[in-house]
Nanobody, 123 residues
Framework: QVQLVESGGGLVQAGGSLRLSCEAS????????MGWFRQAPGKEREFVAA????????DYADSVKGRFTISRDNARSTAYLQMNILKSEDTAVYYC????????????????WGQGTQVTVSS
């Protein structure tokens, strides 16, 4: 089993920045690609960003391209989501996810999920 713990959420003004972290523990050798999803009140969970096992490939939702950056430090078993130029519509609970496959995916086809961290952007 793999456990994922997100951190770094909080309240920020529009235009500000936050960096989310996702630390994996347990059988981390079984995890490969990782992703971030978010869910706003009354809306379905949506894809935000994903990164391959090696970190060489990344993908982003159109709504965050140019503002968010996903990265990972495999030595620390940690993935990050740097969020810049935040907007009120970025307000949501952000979830980290990991999958056994090497390749990233934008679909919620992940094997492990974190509990989520709240990000609130005030306008």
């Amino acid at each position: 089993q793999v456990q994922l713990v997100e951190s770094g959420g909080g309240l920020v003004q529009a235009g500000g920045s936050l960096r989310l972290s996702c630390e994996a523990s347990g059988r981390t050798s079984s995890t490969s690609a990782m992703g971030w999803f978010r869910q706003a009140p009354g809306k379905e969970r949506e894809f935000v960003a994903a990164i391959s096992a090696s970190g060489s490939s990344t993908d982003y939702a159109d709504s965050v391209k140019g503002r968010f950056t996903i990265s990972r430090d495999n030595a620390r078993s940690t993935a990050y989501l740097q969020m810049n130029i935040l907007k009120s519509e970025d307000t949501a609970v952000y979830y980290c996810a990991a999958r056994k496959s090497v390749a990233l995916t934008t679909r919620p086809l992940y094997d492990y999920w974190g509990q989520g961290t709240q990000v609130t952007v005030s306008s």
